[in-house]
């Protein structure tokens, strides 16, 4: 019984903290002097369902020259549209932070 009982608390925490979002489009763009990636995410309730909200993400590099002697300085951290100040090493963090910031996951 208390096997069970274990089981179903680790289950119910795995559960309650995942996070869960469906990307929409991820676009890289720009040629010449800077390069973007943008990531747009869906945010899902509590129970599972996908929700209208959405969180835009950003990230990008500065470059210089063209063609194959083109050199980009790498890209900077990624960070959401909505509170650009703050940011994030990869889009997922990102992303559960501004779910998570509406309410959602």
């Not at 210089?64 to 951290?77: D, F, I, S, V």
Request: charged share 25%; glycine share 6%.
């Amino acid at each position: 019984m208390r096997k069970i009982f274990s089981a179903l608390i680790i289950l119910a925490t795995c559960i309650c903290t995942a996070n869960a979002y469906q990307v929409l489009s991820s676009k890289e763009l720009g040629r010449n002097e800077a390069k973007n990636q943008n990531v747009t995410v869906k945010c899902t309730t509590d129970t599972g369902k996908v929700s209208n909200q959405t969180c835009t993400l950003r990230r990008y590099a500065k470059c210089t020259g063209n063609g194959t002697a083109k050199k980009c300085n790498g890209w900077q951290p990624w960070r959401d549209l909505r509170s650009p100040s703050k940011t994030y090493s990869d889009w997922k963090s990102a992303a559960s932070a501004c779910c998570r910031a509406k309410g959602l996951r």
